[in-house]
């Protein structure tokens, strides 16, 4: 009786083993339905770059212009996430299907054929998303996954930017001055004195100085915005596949590596003793890691505020205070 007790365990075992095995392998015997969540992808693939490149750069409506690339902007979240899910089930053809549709679709509705546009703008989205998933397939962890994807995203967002920002910067720069002059002696001279609008002016043409210096890395952080929500959906949706309970580590043990200190250390040498070229550098540098460490300090903050207990009341009263 012991004999067929262990055998029957024995057999029970192995079932649910290879059970497991077939859905974490997609070439297995039992494979998840790709196709049903394939064709959302691929659909996506095709709309993303007509709202990004096309609507959203050549309608004359303003209203329709925000509308699109604020559609395309969410539809690069979801891209991120289905490129990298079908690179980790190791679907190459649909993927190579998608990327020439897509780069075709978008060369032919970019305003003048703009190919370095197109190509960092669905490039970054397709590496990223297939390097994290194909890093996934060899069970490489979260954070080092997350870092070589991140590594795309800044790169593609620096050689989209780097070519014509010196340009912009400067003709922005003239631009602030000129449009805060105008307003300084305009109907604000009139309004609040000479005095009062020459203040105001002043102060105008400094806030604007200051989001065209920092515009590199507010267009970066919105890229890593996007790619971020993407990995942590594709993170969930592996951890279901692998069957793990928890996706990620809990949001309140979540801190920024050591070595990012060192980045920001040398950042500040830099915007002390360096020339106006390395201080923009700099500035972009410390504003885009900024981001990353009110999230962590976030988590701390919760972190505490769980340990000793905050009612929920007190916790939201917390949080409304941290806003400016």
Same mark, same amino acid.
């Given at each position: 009786?012991?004999?067929?007790?262990?055998?029957?365990?024995?057999?029970?075992?192995?079932?649910?083993?290879?059970?497991?095995?077939?859905?974490?392998?997609?070439?297995?015997?039992?494979?998840?339905?790709?196709?049903?969540?394939?064709?959302?992808?691929?659909?996506?693939?095709?709309?993303?770059?007509?709202?990004?490149?096309?609507?959203?750069?050549?309608?004359?409506?303003?209203?329709?212009?925000?509308?699109?690339?604020?559609?395309?902007?969410?539809?690069?979240?979801?891209?991120?996430?289905?490129?990298?899910?079908?690179?980790?089930?190791?679907?190459?053809?649909?993927?190579?299907?998608?990327?020439?549709?897509?780069?075709?679709?978008?060369?032919?509705?970019?305003?003048?054929?703009? @190919?370095?546009? /197109?190509?960092?703008?669905?490039?970054?989205?397709? $590496? =990223? +998303?297939?390097?994290?998933? %194909? !890093?996934?397939?060899?069970?490489?962890?979260?954070?080092?996954?997350?870092?070589?994807?991140?590594?795309?995203?800044?790169?593609?967002?620096?050689?989209?930017?780097?070519?014509?920002?010196?340009?912009?910067?400067?003709?922005?720069?003239?631009?602030?001055?000129?449009?805060?002059?105008?307003?300084?002696?305009?109907?604000?001279?009139?309004?609040?004195?000479?005095?009062?609008?020459?203040?105001?002016?002043?102060?105008?043409?400094?806030?604007?100085?200051?989001?065209?210096?920092?515009?590199?890395?507010?267009?970066?952080?919105?890229?890593?915005?996007?790619?971020?929500?993407?990995?942590?959906?594709?993170?969930?949706?592996?951890?279901?596949?692998?069957?793990?309970?928890?996706?990620?580590?809990?949001?309140?043990?979540?801190?920024?590596?050591?070595? @990012?200190?060192? /980045?920001?250390?040398?950042?500040?040498?830099?915007? $002390? =003793? +360096?020339?106006?070229?390395? %201080? !923009?550098?700099?500035?972009?540098?410390?504003?885009?890691?900024?981001?990353?460490?009110?999230?962590?300090?976030?988590?701390?903050?919760?972190?505490?505020?769980?340990?000793?207990?905050?009612?929920?009341?007190?916790?939201?009263?917390?949080?409304?205070?941290?806003?400016?």
């Amino acid at each position: 009786m012991a004999g067929i007790w262990q055998f029957w365990r024995t057999r029970v075992n192995l079932s649910v083993s290879a059970t497991v095995e077939a859905v974490r392998n997609p070439d297995g015997p039992i494979k998840v339905n790709t196709l049903r969540f394939a064709w959302p992808v691929l659909v996506s693939l095709f709309l993303f770059p007509i709202l990004r490149f096309g609507v959203g750069e050549r309608s004359g409506s303003l209203a329709l212009s925000f509308a699109a690339l604020a559609v395309a902007y969410l539809l690069a979240m979801y891209l991120y996430c289905g490129i990298a899910v079908l690179a980790f089930r190791r679907r190459t053809w649909l993927l190579c299907g998608g990327a020439i549709t897509s780069v075709a679709t978008g060369y032919v509705v970019s305003p003048g054929g703009d @190919v370095w546009a /197109v190509l960092c703008g669905l490039g970054v989205i397709f $590496l =990223a +998303g297939v390097t994290v998933g %194909r !890093l996934a397939v060899v069970k490489i962890t979260e954070l080092a996954g997350y870092s070589v994807g991140l590594v795309v995203v800044i790169s593609f967002g620096l050689a989209l930017l780097l070519p014509q920002w010196l340009e912009m910067y400067r003709a922005a720069s003239a631009f602030s001055a000129d449009m805060a002059h105008s307003i300084g002696n305009g109907m604000l001279s009139d309004l609040l004195g000479s005095q009062n609008a020459g203040e105001y002016a002043s102060s105008l043409e400094k806030a604007v100085r200051a989001f065209v210096r920092l515009m590199p890395a507010v267009v970066i952080m919105s890229m890593i915005v996007q790619y971020s929500v993407g990995f942590l959906w594709f993170t969930t949706i592996r951890s279901r596949e692998e069957f793990r309970i928890t996706p990620l580590q809990s949001f309140i043990y979540w801190r920024v590596p050591v070595v @990012v200190s060192l /980045v920001v250390m040398a950042a500040l040498l830099f915007r $002390l =003793a +360096g020339g106006e070229t390395v %201080r !923009l550098i700099a500035d972009n540098l410390l504003a885009a890691l900024s981001v990353y460490y009110c999230v962590t300090g976030l988590a701390l903050m919760e972190y505490y505020l769980q340990h000793f207990k905050f009612h929920w009341g007190l916790k939201l009263l917390v949080y409304l205070l941290l806003i400016p």
